[in-house]
Structure formats: structure tokens, C-alpha cells
């Protein structure tokens, strides 16, 4: 397997967060606020004035001081994060009541309520390092990218790391199946078709499919077959802020929605068999999708037409090849039975797999490139 990823350990650290502090008197003003706060999927503590030394005014992630209780928080501790909210766009004293709190910001609604939202989900969920996001896709049809897909996904979760697995392909089947979920309850992509604004990442990940340790959010049974751009976007940034790992099925076309998560990857992995049939499809696929994601590479899949190996198909396709993804005897079968693509941790698409996520994790760790031999690996 070569080629070297530029990254931080890939586990996320689950650290319980807080709600944001909300000191206000004015009922308006805080109906606004816990609709915003909902809004951020945050569950907000609420006082007339500072909280007692047992309070949150210290410890919460962010404080919101509508403009009514700005002389009540005066000589409060100094801190970050505290915003002065308000609805009066011409209050001249609103500068000086914001210095005397401390305040990093002062906010008119409904004009920053857009910007609030975002601030108080980033402060509640935290910022951290995003999920390391790698997307799958075929150089033709049956390449094989939505099982690589899976694996990747079963195996990263079995490692302990925080996985979630993203159906990118609408006209795929439904990538729970390939996971023996189908039945499984829990949210899918039309639920979140017509989600315009910010996803909370915690919402989403507790709203999703639990299936082998894993969060998958797969399509429906029903007609509905477009992400738009807007959707997938949202979902994709909330996947991400959760840390860990996130894994994208996605087709070879390319249109609004799938270019939205081709925008957010880390790196694409292309699978081609090979042939030269599949070499020149894969040509075109990679054309397309170079366009707007730089890191591209290439999984070749055997068995080879005369003449060809890895090496070749990786290097007619002018990019860097990651390995020979192996063929494991019984995978339908085990299927059949329950167990998802990369489930036997032994077999050789696992091991290929652990490779992948080990060479993730090594380079992050030296600082360097480094190499490890797929067929060594499998």
C-alpha cells in the first residue's frame, strides 16, 4: 500500500459538553433564544442574573446576556464566549454595557441569527479535529466500491474509532443492505432531503441506523433518488465535526450533491479492475472528479488481463496507487448470512483494510511518508 496521509489519530475523544448559559429576564428575547438554541441542537441553562458560584457562567460553553440583564452581570467573572444579545438596532449605550460584561460580541436578532446558531453548535459540540473523510467510488459499474466502502467502515469501527458510513449513491440499492440493516430503525436521506440549515452533529449521529458498530445513513425504499447540494452539505459538515471517521459511498456521476461531498473529502479512493475496458471508463471518472478533489488514488482489483497489474492500471491513470484490494472466496455467502463486507477481521478484505487505516495513522504519527505493501498486507 503506498502513499502517506498528512493526519492526526483518527479516534475522537467523546468529552460530555454543556449547554450554553442564557441570562435574560426578557420573555421575547429568550423565546428567541431556545428556538436558536434548538436550532444548534443545544440544551441551554437558564437565569435571570449570573449563576452562583456553583453556576455555569464559568464552565458553560458559551453565554448569552440579553440586553435586560447586562447591569445584573456586571463584576461576573471575565471569561470568553460571552455575546450581548439584543433586538434594538440603534441602542446607543449597547457598546458600553458590552464592555462592562466582557462581552466578545454584541448581537442584534433577527439580523446575527444565522451567525449565532452556528456559534453556539460549534461552542456545544466542540471544535476539534474533524473526522478524517475518505469517499469510495467505482472506475465503472461493479468495480466493487460500495463493498470497499462498507469494509472500510467495519473495520475502522471494530478498531474503536468513532465511524460513521454515508450512502452517496442514490441509485445504489441502499448501502444498509450490503450491511444487513435494511430493516434497521432509524433516520434516512429523505428525512434529511429538505435540511437547509446546520445539522446538529450529535442529533445526527444518534438519529442514524447502530449497525456493527457503526452509524450508517443509507437511502430509503421509496422513489426519492437526488441529495441536493444544500442537504448534503449540512450533512456531511455535522459528520465531520463529530471527529473519528467518516466514509462515503458516492456514484461516478458527478452533480451538485455529490460534488458538495467531493468538496469535503479528505481523499478519494478509486477502485478499477484490471482491464483496459474499466482502465479507460476510470479514466473519465477521475477526470471528472480531479476537478474539485485533488487527492485521488487508486485501488486496482485482480483479476488482471494480460499484460496488466496494479502498478500499470494506477500508472495509466496518473495517480497513486493505494493497493490490490484482495478477492475473499464466500463473501456473498457470508452476506447472506449476516456478516457485512470486512466482518471477518481475518479475511484478507479486513486486512486490507486495517493496512489502509494503520498507513492513516502511522504517517500522522512520523510526520513522513510512508509505505506498507498491499499484498504484504493481504
Known amino acids: 500500500m503506498a502513499g502517506a496521509f498528512a493526519r492526526g489519530g483518527l479516534a475522537a475523544a467523546e468529552v460530555p459538553r454543556s449547554g450554553p448559559l442564557i441570562v435574560t429576564e426578557d420573555v421575547e428575547l429568550l423565546d428567541d433564544l431556545l ?18 458560584a456553583r453556576g455555569g457562567w464559568e464552565t458553560a460553553p458559551v453565554v448569552l446576556v440579553g440586553d435586560d440583564a447586562a447591569a445584573r452581570c456586571r463584576g461576573a467573572a471575565r471569561r470568553r464566549g460571552v455575546m450581548l444579545v439584543g433586538r434594538d438596532q440603534d441602542d446607543p449605550d449597547v457598546w458600553r454595557r458590552a464592555v462592562e460584561i466582557g462581552a466578545e460580541y454584541v448581537l442584534r436578532l433577527p439580523d446575527s441569527e444565522g451567525w449565532l446558531v452556528d ?17 469510495v467510488m467505482g472506475g465503472r459499474g461493479g468495480a466493487g466500491a460500495s ?14 474509532r468513532r465511524t460513521m458510513l454515508i450512502d452517496g449513491d442514490p441509485l445504489g440499492g441502499g448501502i444498509d443492505v450490503l450491511l444487513g440493516g435494511e430493516q434497521s430503525e432509524g433516520l434516512r436521506w429523505p428525512d434529511f432531503a429538505r435540511s437547509k440549515g446546520r445539522v446538529g452533529a450529535g442529533a445526527l449521529e444518534e438519529s442514524l441506523p447502530a449497525l456493527h458498530g457503526l452509524r450508517v445513513l443509507s437511502w430509503g425504499r421509496d422513489d426519492e433518488v437526488v441529495i441536493p447540494p444544500h442537504a448534503m452539505r449540512a450533512v456531511l459538515a455535522a459528520a465531520r465535526r463529530l471527529g473519528g471517521v467518516v466514509v462515503v459511498d458516492l456514484p461516478r456521476r458527478i452533480d451538485e450533491g455529490v460534488a458538495e461531498a467531493l468538496a469535503q473529502l479528505d481523499v478519494g479512493l478509486l477502485v478499477v479492475p484490471g482491464e483496459l475496458r474499466a482502465v479507460a471508463a476510470a479514466t473519465r471518472v477521475a477526470s471528472s472528479v480531479g476537478l474539485i478533489l485533488k ?38 455467502a457470508a452476506q447472506d448470512g449476516g456478516e457485512p463486507p470486512g466482518g471477518h477481521a481475518r479475511g484478507p478484505l479486513a486486512r486490507f483494510c486495517t493496512a489502509f487505516w494503520d498507513l492513516a495513522d502511522g504517517s500522522a ?13 493481504t
Open 35 to 52: 428556538r436558536l438554541c434548538a436550532a444548534a441542537g443545544a440544551v441551554p441553562e437558564v437565569h435571570h442574573g449570573p449563576p452562583g
Open 147 to 160: 463493498t470497499l466502502a462498507c469494509a472500510l467502515a467495519v473495520t475502522a469501527a471494530r478498531s474503536g
Open 365 to 377: 504519527t512520523t510526520g513522513g511518508a510512508s509505505t506498507a505493501r498491499a499484498r504484504g498486507a
Open 119 to 135: 456559534q453556539i453548535a460549534n461552542a456545544t459540540e466542540g471544535v476539534g479535529r474533524p473526522a478524517l473523510t475518505v469517499g
Open 295 to 332: 487527492d485521488l488514488r487508486i485501488v486496482a482489483r485482480g483479476p488482471y488481463s494480460a499484460g496488466l497489474d496494479e502498478h500499470w492500471v494506477a500508472g495509466a491513470l496518473g495517480r497513486p496507487l493505494v493497493g490490490d484490494l484482495p478477492t475473499e472466496a464466500g463473501l456473498s
